[in-house]
């Protein structure tokens, strides 16, 4: 096992060179060096010599990823993609190019982030067992027919529909919750039980189909026949047997979304605006800060291998039959 | 000529993907293991619904497809010239629509404007009314007294026309399946209405009847008023969502046509070679995989304005530099998407390679290209259909949300995703601007659902181990979509 882990480890490292390489590639064709000064300065300041100076105070004043006048390793060690790349497999993000530290963001931004996503993935796994699990029970009758035709209805409605309609009427009309906001502590609560709750809402559709088939295929299994040929009642099949043996390949699949939980949610956050690390990376992206962009990719890189990681730990903790060599 | 035709790159396209699912047809008619499944979603009267309501909305983007250039009236003769404007054969049908705009907002089938205006009075005094909009019910004399009747007598005499229109429409259905039944119009009519025919051609028949109701109420209703409201700027509503819908089938099919050929060769090539071709096409994938989507998407697009910007000269208009721009989303939104079909693709030649006739064609020496023409890609063809059909609905979804980010679409372009953005800001308006919101969900709805109903029973008939197609489906949709939650 901890072989295991250890060489998966070691595989992460050349993917993770490969998206530092591809995300700079093309942030870099989007804008130069200069261009990016040229941002930061502002229309007025901006001179040549200001230019130069602000590159070399940034360490932008070296060449992007192939260093032709030094000598040796250092023809590759010596440029921007090496000088900033590196310090991110040690966790270093450095500063954003409005000069605020990254890390500090990140660490205070990833709170209301948490907030909002830890609710909305449990209740979300919660609910649509529960409503997989009644329509299973109920398989083959009118009630798991229009469950399953309001779960397609329900996953045709585009995201921003929930969300849109969620906070006009029950911030709005109702006046229940504030319309957007954050506050630390307690208060937070009011701030997040409607994008909680409109989350869980948006994701019904596709997770309790989704559940609803992998609970039938299980009852197909003939360890299924065999306890209703024991004289089991059909409930005590679904919940005991159906339901536990169902949970593998649902925990499973969940498993590798824990880590991204951290990165919050890119839509939610915005439109309710959640200081999180979902509208920082939005707000990135908007004013075309690099170096912000670059560490949120490769903070995502870093935990969706994680995920991954996890999800084949957790096999082998669920399934006995499960063996990591 | 009276107009000069113009191809977009999109329309190009466009054109390609109808001739290949036309000859794709074709080919699938000849073959009766082919037809079977096809044969199956046909008795589906889910998938059938959503067929019919797919090809309504089908044939306005083709209509939307047909770009020309109108001929301009020019006194002298000799060389004719041309309109600067790219048009489409849809524009010049509803010309009256996109010509009639009004100032700014109004309300669906309003007679006055939303925002109050001042106007002199004829004594010279002011006053602050809502003016009479400049088109919508401009007809009516004395709108307070008029307005009720005159919008009802107008929807009735369209649903009646929608009605004929079904009328006729079904009496030729009965008359083409007595014909092949040996049966009167009479007999196939009773069974019909029972459900007793082997098609679920009832269900097609309401749900026609339905789509050409409304199509009659709303065609009856646009002569004079604006259906759906109009924009902030005056536009019609009902004008840009019909516009829209082109938007979102070339978005949710031309990606697709871009993905599969990566997806498919490099799955392929993967499983079958493995060793060192694996370990590269792997790294690929699983490198790209790891980047958050909407990331990628947005460095990607961010790039291409920078690009568009810089090179101005390359775009000779905005309808082009729209259409590249939109063509350029598809490409990178396939390239975020090829990676859950390369995998499954990986995973199921690596199981089809090993089976008997693959060792027994490599035994009898025929090459790697044959075998995998042969053998290996007609045996995974049902994946990718599959992949291509589920892909659809999320990447419409998916539009909306990136227009909202900011990358999405040309601003210019008219798509569910700019419709959204643009009225989103009138939210705090109060009392609300709801129709341009309404109009473009609504839209979106009808065709996600009739894409999912459709792509179920293709799933369901190619396929009856459900549980091969979960993990692509989720993947862009839980990034952009799903991730809403």
Same mark, same amino acid.
């Given at each position: 096992?901890?072989?295991?882990?250890?060489?998966?480890?070691?595989?992460?490292?050349?993917?993770?060179?490969?998206?530092?390489?591809?995300?700079?590639?093309?942030?870099?064709?989007?804008?130069?060096?200069?261009?990016?000064?040229?941002?930061?300065?502002?229309?007025?300041?901006?001179?040549?010599?200001?230019?130069?100076?602000?590159?070399?105070?940034?360490?932008?004043?070296?060449?992007?990823?192939?260093?032709?006048?030094?000598?040796?390793?250092?023809?590759?060690?010596?440029?921007?993609?090496?000088?900033?790349?590196?310090?991110?497999?040690?966790?270093?993000?450095?500063?954003?190019?409005?000069?605020?530290?990254?890390?500090?963001?990140?660490?205070?931004?990833?709170?209301?982030?948490?907030?909002?996503?830890?609710?909305? #993935?449990?209740?979300?796994?919660?609910?649509?067992?529960? #409503?997989?699990?009644?329509?299973?029970?109920?398989?083959?009758?009118?009630?798991?027919?229009?469950?399953?035709?309001?779960?397609?209805?329900?996953?045709?409605?585009?995201?921003?529909?929930?969300?849109?309609?969620?906070?006009?009427?029950?911030?709005?009309?109702?006046?229940?919750?504030?319309?957007?906001?954050?506050?630390?502590?307690?208060?937070?609560?009011?701030?997040?039980?409607?994008?909680?709750?409109?989350?869980?809402?948006?994701?019904?559709?596709?997770?309790?189909?989704?559940?609803?088939?992998? #609970?039938?295929?299980?009852?197909?299994?003939?360890?299924?026949?065999?306890?209703?040929?024991?004289?089991?009642?059909?409930?005590?099949?679904?919940?005991?047997?159906?339901?536990?043996?169902?949970?593998?390949?649902?925990?499973?699949?969940?498993?590798?979304?824990?880590?991204?939980?951290?990165?919050?949610?890119?839509?939610?956050?915005?439109?309710?605006?959640?200081?999180?690390?979902?509208?920082?990376?939005?707000?990135?992206?908007?004013?075309?800060?690099?170096?912000?962009?670059?560490?949120?990719?490769?903070?995502?890189?870093?935990?969706?291998?994680?995920?991954?990681?996890?999800?084949?730990?957790?096999?082998?903790?669920?399934?006995?039959?499960?063996?990591?060599? | 000529?009276?107009?000069?035709?113009?191809?977009?790159?999109?329309?190009?396209?466009?054109?390609?993907?109808?001739?290949?699912?036309?000859?794709?047809?074709?080919?699938?008619?000849?073959?009766?293991?082919?037809?079977?499944?096809?044969?199956?979603?046909?008795?589906?009267?889910?998938?059938?619904?959503?067929?019919?309501?797919?090809?309504?909305?089908?044939?306005?983007?083709?209509?939307?497809?047909?770009?020309?250039?109108?001929?301009?009236?020019?006194?002298?003769?000799?060389?004719?010239?041309?309109?600067?404007?790219?048009?489409?054969?849809?524009?010049?049908?509803?010309?009256?629509?996109?010509?009639?705009?009004?100032?700014?907002?109004?309300?669906?089938?309003?007679?006055?404007?939303?925002?109050?205006?001042?106007?002199?009075?004829?004594?010279?005094?002011?006053?602050?009314?809502?003016?009479?909009?400049?088109?919508?019910?401009?007809?009516?004399?004395?709108?307070?007294?008029?307005?009720?009747?005159?919008?009802?007598?107008?929807?009735?005499?369209?649903?009646?026309?929608?009605?004929?229109?079904?009328?006729?429409?079904?009496?030729?259905?009965?008359?083409? !399946?007595?014909?092949?039944?040996?049966?009167?119009?009479?007999?196939?009519?009773?069974?019909?209405?029972?459900?007793?025919?082997?098609?679920?051609?009832?269900?097609?028949? @309401?749900?026609?009847?339905?789509?050409?109701?409304?199509?009659?109420?709303?065609?009856?209703?646009?002569?004079?008023?604006?259906?759906?409201?109009?924009?902030?700027?005056?536009?019609?509503?009902?004008?840009?969502?019909?516009?829209?819908?082109?938007?979102?089938?070339?978005?949710?099919?031309?990606?697709?046509?871009?993905?599969?050929?990566?997806?498919?060769?490099?799955?392929?090539?993967?499983?079958?070679?493995?060793?060192?071709?694996?370990?590269?096409?792997?790294?690929?994938?699983?490198?790209?995989?790891?980047?958050?989507?909407?990331?990628? !998407?947005?460095?990607?697009?961010?790039?291409?304005?920078?690009?568009?910007?810089?090179?101005?000269?390359?775009?000779?208009?905005?309808?082009?530099?729209?259409?590249?721009?939109?063509?350029?989303?598809?490409?990178?939104?396939?390239?975020?998407?090829?990676?859950?079909?390369?995998?499954?693709?990986?995973?199921?030649?690596?199981?089809?390679?090993?089976?008997?006739?693959?060792?027994?064609?490599?035994?009898?020496?025929?090459?790697?290209?044959?075998?995998?023409?042969?053998? @290996?890609?007609?045996?995974?063809?049902?994946?990718?259909?599959?992949?291509?059909?589920?892909?659809?609905?999320?990447?419409?979804?998916?539009?909306?949300?990136?227009?909202?980010?900011?990358?999405?679409?040309?601003?210019?372009?008219?798509?569910?995703?700019?419709? @959204?953005?643009?009225?989103?800001?009138?939210?705090?308006?109060?009392?609300?601007?709801?129709?341009?919101?309404?109009?473009?969900?609504?839209?979106?709805?009808?065709?996600?659902?009739?894409?999912?109903?459709?792509?179920?029973?293709?799933?369901?008939?190619?396929?009856?181990?459900?549980?091969?197609?979960?993990?692509?489906?989720?993947?862009?949709?839980?990034?952009?979509?799903?991730?809403?939650?």
């Amino acid at each position: 096992m901890s072989g295991y882990i250890i060489r998966r480890v070691l595989y992460a490292i050349p993917i993770l060179i490969g998206v530092n390489f591809l995300t700079f590639v093309l942030f870099f064709v989007v804008n130069t060096p200069d261009d990016m000064a040229r941002m930061q300065l502002g229309a007025k300041r901006v001179t040549p010599e200001a230019i130069e100076r602000w590159k070399i105070q940034h360490g932008y004043d070296r060449p992007l990823l192939w260093n032709a006048k030094a000598e040796g390793s250092a023809q590759l060690t010596d440029t921007i993609f090496y000088d900033k790349s590196v310090r991110l497999f040690a966790f270093d993000f450095g500063n954003a190019d409005d000069g605020r530290d990254i890390a500090h963001e990140i660490r205070t931004r990833m709170s209301p982030s948490l907030a909002l996503a830890v609710p909305v #993935f449990i209740i979300g796994i919660a609910v649509n067992i529960t #409503f997989a699990l009644l329509m299973a029970f109920f398989r083959a009758t009118y009630l798991d027919f229009w469950g399953v035709v309001s779960c397609v209805a329900m996953m045709s409605i585009s995201g921003l529909f929930y969300i849109i309609g969620g906070q006009y009427l029950v911030s709005k009309l109702w006046h229940l919750v504030p319309i957007s906001g954050f506050a630390g502590g307690p208060d937070a609560i009011k701030f997040v039980v409607l994008p909680v709750a409109i989350g869980v809402v948006s994701g019904i559709g596709a997770g309790a189909r989704w559940y609803r088939t992998i #609970f039938l295929e299980e009852m197909g299994r003939d360890y299924v026949r065999t306890a209703r040929a024991k004289g089991l009642r059909e409930s005590v099949v679904l919940f005991r047997h159906v339901l536990k043996n169902g949970m593998i390949p649902i925990l499973t699949g969940a498993v590798v979304v824990i880590p991204m939980l951290f990165l919050g949610s890119l839509l939610m956050e915005s439109f309710f605006g959640i200081p999180g690390l979902g509208s920082y990376t939005i707000d990135a992206i908007q004013s075309q800060d690099f170096a912000v962009v670059r560490s949120m990719v490769f903070l995502g890189a870093v935990l969706y291998i994680v995920g991954l990681l996890l999800t084949d730990i957790s096999y082998t903790l669920v399934d006995p039959r499960v063996r990591l060599a | 000529m009276p107009f000069d035709p113009v191809i977009l790159w999109t329309d190009a396209l466009v054109y390609v993907l109808v001739i290949a699912v036309a000859g794709a047809a074709l080919y699938v008619r000849r073959h009766e293991h082919l037809r079977q499944p096809w044969r199956r979603v046909a008795h589906s009267a889910p998938g059938m619904v959503g067929l019919v309501v797919l090809t309504f909305f089908v044939v306005f983007g083709l209509l939307d497809s047909l770009h020309f250039r109108a001929r301009l009236d020019d006194a002298g003769g000799g060389k004719a010239s041309y309109a600067v404007e790219v048009t489409s054969v849809l524009d010049a049908a509803l010309r009256t629509l996109q010509e009639r705009s009004e100032k700014t907002y109004s309300a669906p089938l309003a007679y006055r404007l939303y925002a109050r205006e001042t106007v002199e009075l004829p004594d010279g005094a002011q006053s602050r009314v809502y003016p009479r909009l400049r088109h919508g019910g401009a007809h009516l004399k004395a709108p307070e007294q008029e307005w009720a009747a005159d919008v009802s007598r107008r929807a009735l005499a369209g649903a009646a026309g929608g009605f004929i229109a079904w009328v006729a429409a079904a009496m030729l259905i009965c008359a083409g !399946i007595a014909r092949a039944r040996a049966q009167s119009i009479d007999q196939v009519w009773r069974a019909l209405a029972r459900g007793g025919l082997d098609l679920p051609w009832r269900a097609i028949l @309401i749900t026609l009847a339905c789509v050409l109701v409304l199509i009659g109420v709303a065609a009856a209703l646009a002569a004079k008023y604006h259906v759906l409201g109009t924009s902030k700027v005056g536009e019609d509503v009902l004008y840009q969502a019909l516009k829209s819908i082109r938007t979102a089938l070339v978005i949710g099919t031309l990606t697709t046509l871009v993905m599969l050929p990566f997806a498919i060769l490099l799955g392929i090539a993967a499983g079958y070679f493995k060793g060192l071709a694996d370990d590269v096409i792997q790294y690929v994938y699983t490198t790209l995989n790891s980047i958050p989507a909407v990331l990628l !998407i947005a460095a990607a697009v961010l790039m291409m304005q920078v690009y568009v910007d810089t090179h101005p000269q390359l775009f000779p208009s905005g309808a082009e530099r729209a259409d590249l721009r939109l063509l350029f989303l598809c490409a990178i939104l396939g390239v975020t998407s090829w990676t859950g079909l390369c995998r499954l693709l990986r995973g199921e030649t690596l199981k089809i390679r090993e089976l008997d006739y693959i060792q027994a064609a490599q035994a009898f020496g025929v090459s790697h290209l044959r075998i995998i023409l042969r053998h @290996i890609l007609p045996n995974v063809m049902h994946i990718v259909l599959i992949a291509v059909v589920m892909e659809f609905s999320s990447l419409v979804l998916a539009e909306a949300v990136l227009s909202y980010v900011g990358v999405g679409v040309d601003p210019s372009m008219i798509s569910y995703g700019t419709m @959204i953005n643009a009225a989103r800001l009138e939210m705090a308006r109060d009392p609300m601007v709801w129709w341009s919101l309404a109009a473009a969900f609504a839209f979106m709805f009808a065709l996600v659902l009739a894409a999912n109903l459709f792509a179920d029973a293709v799933r369901d008939a190619f396929d009856p181990r459900v549980a091969i197609v979960k993990p692509f489906k989720l993947r862009l949709g839980r990034t952009l979509v799903g991730r809403t939650g």
